[in-house]
């Protein structure tokens, strides 16, 4: 199997296992939230609380993936993928600013305009900043 392929793959599998993740925590801040006992007032609450629940968690395990003696996260390593700064593993530090940029930054962007849209005001604008 060709390279560009074998990675497609590799991102499919890392991504079910980042949505595992994101359902166990919904099974559990759904049932907090809806009861009363998650109180948010405002989207910046929100998008703090994503953050370091689903998006921090995630950033970090795929550092430590990458960092680690076969550096690889799990879809990688299914397709015997690794991750290399030049002939050498990253160490953890630069495994977590790839990651950082690669998943964290998007994702936070994509977060904060998808909560900015959803809370635009009663006359259907959004913000000019999303």
């Known amino acids: 199997m ?3 392929v074998r990675r497609i793959i590799a991102w499919c599998i890392d991504w079910v ?3 595992g993740w994101v359902a166990v925590t919904a099974a559990v801040g759904i049932p907090l939230y809806a009861n009363g006992l998650i109180h948010l007032n405002d989207t910046a609450q929100e998008n703090i609380v994503g953050a370091a629940v689903i998006v921090v968690p995630i950033v970090v395990a795929a550092a430590v993936c990458e960092s680690r003696s076969k550096p690889s996260t799990p879809g990688k390593r299914m397709m015997h993928l690794q991750v290399r700064t030049g002939s050498a593993r990253p160490n953890f ?4 600013a790839r990651n950082s940029l690669k998943l964290g930054v998007p994702w936070l962007i994509g977060h904060t ?3 900015a849209i959803s809370s635009a005001t009663a006359d259907g604008t959004t913000p000019a900043a999303v």
Do not use: G
Not at 93 to 96: G, Q, V
């Open 2 to 4: 060709k390279l560009p």
């Open 17 to 19: 296992c980042i949505l």
């Open 93 to 96: 530090l630069r495994a977590l």
């Open 113 to 115: 305009a998808v909560y």
